[in-house]
C-alpha cells in the first residue's frame, strides 16, 4: 500500500485549504485512513480519521468544526478539507492507513498505521 499526500501551502490565517491522499495498492473495505500532523520541534499528532467501513470520522479537538476529513471510494483518495486556519496549524501534514479494521479508540495514535504518505507542508501566517 502507498500514500502520496499533497495539496499543502501557504495561506493566510482565516483562509482555507484541501490536502488530498491518494492511495493505491492493495486495500479492503474498512482499511482507516488517518491524517497527522507535525510541527517543527513538535511531536507528531494526530488531526482526523475516517473509518471506511462505515465512513465514521473522528477529529483531534483542536481541529473539530473546523476541518472534515472525508474520501472518494471511486478515486480511492481521502481528503482534508481545512477551513479558517491559525497560525498554530502550520505543520507538515502526513496521510496514513493500514490493513484491517481497528477500534475505534486506536484511530488517533501514529503506532496503528503501517503506512505513511511522504507529507505536505501547510503554512498559516497571521
Known amino acids: 500500500v502507498q500514500l502520496q499526500a499533497f495539496g499543502g501551502g501557504l495561506v493566510q490565517a482565516g483562509e482555507s485549504l484541501r490536502l488530498s491522499c491518494v492511495v493505491s495498492?492493495?486495500?479492503?473495505?474498512?482499511?482507516?485512513v488517518g491524517w497527522f500532523r507535525q510541527a517543527p520541534g513538535k511531536e507528531r499528532e494526530f488531526v482526523a480519521a475516517?473509518?471506511?467501513?462505515?465512513?465514521?470520522?473522528y477529529y483531534a479537538n483542536s481541529v473539530k468544526g473546523r476541518f472534515t476529513i472525508s474520501r472518494d471510494k471511486a478515486k480511492n483518495t481521502a481528503y482534508l478539507e481545512m477551513n479558517s486556519l491559525k497560525p498554530e496549524d502550520t505543520a507538515v501534514y502526513y496521510c496514513?492507513?493500514?490493513?484491517?479494521?481497528?477500534?475505534?479508540?486506536?484511530?488517533?495514535?501514529?503506532?496503528?498505521?503501517?503506512?505513511w504518505g511522504q507529507g505536505t507542508q501547510v503554512t498559516v501566517s497571521s
Open positions: 495498492g492493495r486495500t479492503s473495505r474498512g482499511d482507516p
Open positions: 496514513a492507513g493500514r490493513n484491517g479494521r481497528i477500534v475505534i479508540s486506536a484511530l488517533n495514535r501514529a503506532e496503528t498505521y503501517n503506512y
Open positions: 475516517i473509518d471506511t467501513w462505515n465512513d465514521g470520522t
